[in-house]
């Protein structure tokens, strides 16, 4: 079992940045693989971005792609999805999850486990 809690959301304007933080706890010596997800108002979870382990490899969604940055620090257990010029269309809950056969994949049945969601708004 790995328990992630992710923090950082909030409501920024048009062309700010946030910064949200996945923390893991448990299962934690095992290596896995991090994805980041989210899920706007009444659509289904959609893929941002992931990382290895080693956090060697990054992989992001095209929507995201230059605009967002995962980074990882593994003696903290905590993974970070850095937010820059953020759009209105950014607008969701943000999900962390964690994989351990480390696909590094962009579909959700991929994930082992999730955490609760963090909100992100940005306003126009």
């Known amino acids: 079992q790995v328990q992630l809690v992710e923090s950082g959301g909030g409501l920024v304007q048009a062309g700010g940045s946030l910064r949200l933080s996945c923390a893991a706890s448990?299962?934690?010596?095992?290596?896995?693989?991090t994805g980041w997800f989210r899920q706007a108002s009444g659509k289904e979870r959609e893929f941002v971005g992931a990382?290895?382990?080693?956090?060697?490899?990054?992989y992001y969604a095209d929507s995201v792609k230059g605009r967002f940055t995962i980074s990882k620090n593994n003696a903290k257990n905590t993974v970070y999805l850095q937010m820059n010029a953020l759009k209105p269309e950014d607008t969701a809950v943000y999900y962390c999850g964690v994989d351990f056969r480390q696909r590094l994949g962009s579909r959700a049945s991929n994930y082992d486990f999730w955490g609760q969601g963090t909100q992100v708004t940005v306003s126009s």
């Open positions: 448990g299962r934690t010596f095992d290596n896995y693989a």
């Open positions: 990382v290895s382990w080693t956090g060697g490899s990054q």
